[in-house]
């Protein structure tokens, strides 16, 4: 990562208590209106960069829940399954799911074999491109809990009871989980050693992987819950003068940044993420994280990583445009919170089942949302059926689903200067980006189009005239078409339309 200039040249890339618990949670939420979405981000420093100083947009997957069932904590995955992400997908980031109880097994005893095996795999990105975010993955805190996170030894849970809830995402109210994450985030507390370790694993996750080629960084902590002040409407709403509010701007902020300093005692050039607290933000609703600062000399290499996901559609199994405002909660608050916390935004999970009814209307108001707002985003997840946009046939073989042709699509990977705007318009397939050329930039800007897919008869592009200095080269291999802006200073405008 120190080393993330040395990347590969351009060229070379290859890329639900009971259900109506839930009812009367719906009963809560007002859908507060949204706040008028404010204008897309123009800034430029809301960019993740690379190290010729293109931003980069990301656009991938998480990898992968199984990961969270098996024995070692891996992923159900094969070098193959990469190379395909990249090749037949054009996808150029993961979320790898990494986990605490196998980071850190006994007391300050980090498990070498898990780092190295996680290493065969990192290994595996970095042969097609792909940049890895290792994301420290819990949900309901444990593996005790029903799911998966924390070591053993790490449970304070205060001998509270435990009774699993059929609906996984419910088990965080249980008396047993609160206590567990109230005894995590007090800090000083009778408990501070918690904290302590899980700065040390991830500065020992930095120190092992900061130099790998693929790694771009790391995400803090999945969805942490508030603990014992999480309330059933908070699931839904969240109200600036609550509980959840209040956490989110003390012990919630005082743990990032105390991350953040760990992590960067050894890493000083891998990008930060850092997530809004489980649920309501997701939702749509706000979060009151602070304004987090970078200790780092130059740039702050921080990224706000929220998750997406409407508790309507998710509980009605169906989306009704008519009454979810998720989307529009979703836009404006993060554009709010982007501008308070000046960093860029990665949507880090967002996902659905494709057969419920609606499903591919929210996933092309979801990805219309992405580019208007230039978001990079990773979809949850890559594993087969399900959510998924692949599967197995009977002999075990991979399947492409149909909604893998509405999630890949166009989008620019890198863009060397400020972009402006880019959008996709699957009904016509074109496909327009529009930057501000840096005129320091000897790398090209680069855009995935994923030609066979979407333009079987050929596609033509407009806006990048000889006369203006503007030349082009189309990568068939990668399905990169890399554009070359030196000397311009005037805005380029690009567009990409079916028909050679
Ligand atoms: C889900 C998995 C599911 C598993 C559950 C608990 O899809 O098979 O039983 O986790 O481990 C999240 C979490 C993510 C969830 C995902 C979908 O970060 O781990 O995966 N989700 O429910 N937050 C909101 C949704």
């Excluded at 065969?120 to 970095?126: C, K, N, Q």
């Excluded at 949302?369 to 075990?396: A, C, N, V």
Aim: net charge negative; charged share 25%.
């Amino acid at each position: 990562m120190t080393s993330y200039s040395a990347w590969p040249p351009a060229r070379t890339l290859r890329l639900a208590a009971s259900l109506s618990l839930l009812a009367q949670l719906f009963a809560c939420s007002d859908g507060s209106s949204p706040a008028s979405p404010s204008e897309p981000i123009e800034d430029g420093t809301y960019f993740v960069r690379d190290g010729d100083g293109r931003a980069v947009i990301l656009r991938g997957m998480n990898i992968m829940s199984s990961a969270k069932g098996h024995p070692e904590r891996l992923p159900d995955l094969q070098a193959e399954d990469v190379e395909r992400y990249a090749r037949l997908w054009g996808f150029n980031v993961v979320r790898y799911l990494i986990f605490w109880d196998a980071v850190e097994p006994s007391p300050g005893e980090y498990d070498d074999a898990y780092f190295d095996k996680t290493e065969e795999r990192l290994d595996w990105f970095a042969d097609n491109g792909v940049h890895v975010i290792l994301d420290m993955h819990q949900d309901v805190y444990a593996a005790r809990f029903c799911c998966d996170g924390a070591p053993e030894w790490a449970i304070e849970d205060d001998d509270l009871p435990f009774d699993q809830n059929p609906v996984w995402s419910l088990n965080y109210f249980a008396p047993a989980v609160m206590a567990a994450f109230d005894n995590f985030f007090e800090y000083p507390g009778e408990h501070s050693d918690l904290q302590d370790h899980f700065a040390d694993a991830w500065a020992a996750v930095a120190e092992r992987f900061k130099d790998h080629p693929a790694v771009l960084g790391y995400d803090i902590l999945n969805e942490p819950s508030p603990g014992s002040v999480y309330d059933a409407r908070d699931i839904t709403v969240t109200l600036p003068d609550g509980a959840a509010a209040d956490f989110d701007r003390t012990l919630f902020t005082d743990f990032y940044r105390r991350m953040i300093a760990s992590i960067r005692a050894v890493d000083e050039d891998g990008w930060i993420f850092y997530e809004p607290r489980v649920a309501a933000p997701a939702n749509g609703q706000p979060s009151f994280i602070l304004e987090l600062e970078d200790p780092r000399e130059g740039e702050p290499r921080l990224v706000y990583a929220p998750h997406l996901y409407s508790v309507q559609f998710e509980f009605n199994q169906a989306y009704d445009p008519s009454s979810d405002v998720t989307l529009a909660n979703w836009e404006a608050n993060r554009n709010v919170e982007t501008s308070l916390q000046n960093a860029p935004l990665l949507l880090g999970e967002w996902g659905f089942d494709p057969n419920w009814p609606n499903a591919e209307l929210f996933m092309r108001e979801l990805l219309d949302m992405g580019d208007r707002m230039m978001l990079g985003w990773t979809y949850w997840s890559y594993d087969p059926g399900g959510w998924g946009i692949w599967e197995r046939d009977e002999q075990g073989q991979f399947v492409e689903r149909e909604n893998a042709d509405q999630l890949v699509r166009p989008y620019p990977q890198r863009v060397a200067g400020v972009p402006r705007s880019f959008s996709y318009n699957p009904d016509t397939r074109r496909f327009s980006l529009a930057f501000d050329p840096s005129p320091s930039a000897t790398l090209p800007t680069e855009v995935y189009v994923p030609a066979s897919r979407h333009y079987p008869d050929g596609w033509s592009l407009r806006g990048c005239e000889e006369a203006s200095g503007c030349s082009w080269t189309w990568d068939a291999n990668l399905d990169i078409l890399q554009v070359l802006t030196p000397n311009q200073t005037a805005r380029v405008e690009l567009t990409i339309t079916p028909g050679g």
